[in-house]
């Protein structure tokens, strides 16, 4: 039996429950509404009737993490889904079939230092993120009493630094003037050619169709990425901001019709896709392959560091930005949903260029005294 209660501008739902012949109710709030504290409540009863929840049966950490995100991570991205399920992966090797109720916080951190040598500082901190929120869902509906993940100490591989993630001009120069010599040979350094001279996203990339490239105005419209995660398929943007046309050279538009010739008529290319590839699962290039391409493309060339194919893109506003585009109109072409990330992801470099632009802003009202 539920019962609900306001506190200040939320509700708050109390099931009444007996664990060992002593009243242990299970109480949750935050809810907007009573409406959605009383289907939260149904919802939580019903488990107990089937047995989902029974603080008195061993419960698998692992379960418990699955069935949580499944039921609360509902309005997240493909991306984000990925990464609970990556997470949960994680916990299911290591923990196996470990009840939650068992886990200490001496064991959880001994996970950490595991997965510390192993993975980024950053991919563990997110992982821990997640768990420690799960744990306190357990904590709220009673089926552990303590937090295991209080306090403990996270671990890792230290991240790329920002300088490691992206081509600077005199390199980004050199890969280009290769790629172009080489770009008949394979469909692999057309990609790499675009996904430079674009800044697009890999899934962008690859779900760029025929009808999507404009030879009047030199122009690619990106409308849809392909999933190439699940399988292949088109699917929606990262957000509403990511849905733009690009202006692009007129040597890679070249190319692009060249690369349009070739797959325009073939029978199997159902969707008309620009870099359609028969011979590959997702009917794309995939893209483990393409990064192995630039990756032999830069050792060939003696360029370091040795970027991604998403390093492409930061390479694209980097060489933007250092050439004097606005920051406004980088955050447009990449798609970023505002300019808030593009200034936060590239704050490195725009801090170098503020420098610049101090010194010549002083030149110029001297030049007003003295020119």
């Not at 393409?290 to 694209?316: F, S, Y």
């Amino acid at each position: 039996m539920a019962s609900y209660t306001k506190r200040g501008n939320t509700w708050q739902y109390a099931i009444s429950r007996v664990v060992d012949g002593k009243s242990k109710p299970i109480r949750k709030g935050g809810f907007k509404t009573k409406k959605e504290a009383i289907e939260a409540a149904l919802q939580m009863e019903l488990d107990f009737m089937n047995g989902v929840l029974d603080p008195q049966k061993d419960y698998p950490l692992e379960k418990y993490f699955k069935s949580w995100y499944e039921t609360y991570k509902k309005d997240i991205s493909d991306i984000t889904l990925n990464s609970y399920k990556a997470s949960h992966a994680k916990i299911s090797a290591y923990f196996r079939d470990r009840a939650i109720q068992d886990i200490m916080k001496r064991e959880y951190q001994l996970f950490l230092n595991n997965m510390g040598m192993k993975f980024a500082k950053t991919t563990n901190r997110k992982l821990n993120g997640y768990i420690r929120t799960c744990v306190k869902e357990a904590i709220d509906e009673g089926l552990i009493k303590t937090d295991f993940t209080r306090a403990v100490t996270v671990t890792g591989f230290a991240s790329k630094k920002p300088s490691e993630k992206f081509l600077n001009y005199d390199s980004s120069k050199k890969l280009m003037n290769f790629l172009h010599k080489v770009a008949d040979n394979d469909i692999e350094y057309i990609m790499l050619i675009v996904a430079l001279s674009s800044g697009v996203r890999f899934g962008e990339l690859i779900g760029l169709t025929i009808e999507n490239v404009h030879f009047k105005d030199n122009t690619i419209s990106i409308k849809q990425q392909w999933m190439y995660k699940e399988g292949g398929g088109f699917g929606p943007l990262k957000n509403e901001a990511s849905e733009r046309t690009i202006n692009l050279d007129a040597s890679t538009m070249k190319i692009l019709k060249q690369q349009i010739l070739k797959v325009k008529n073939h029978p199997k290319n159902v969707s008309q896709l620009v870099f359609y590839s028969e011979s590959s699962p997702i009917q794309v290039v995939t893209n483990d392959r393409l990064n192995d391409v630039l990756r032999a493309c830069l050792k060939k060339l003696q360029i370091k560091p040795i970027i991604t194919v998403h390093g492409l893109r930061h390479t694209h506003a980097s060489v933007s930005l250092y050439k004097g585009v606005s920051v406004l109109y980088v955050s447009e072409r990449l798609g970023h949903a505002t300019i808030d990330i593009t200034t936060s992801t590239y704050a490195h470099l725009l801090k170098e260029l503020r420098e610049k632009d101090s010194e010549q802003t002083s030149r110029i009202f001297e030049e007003l005294i003295f020119g």
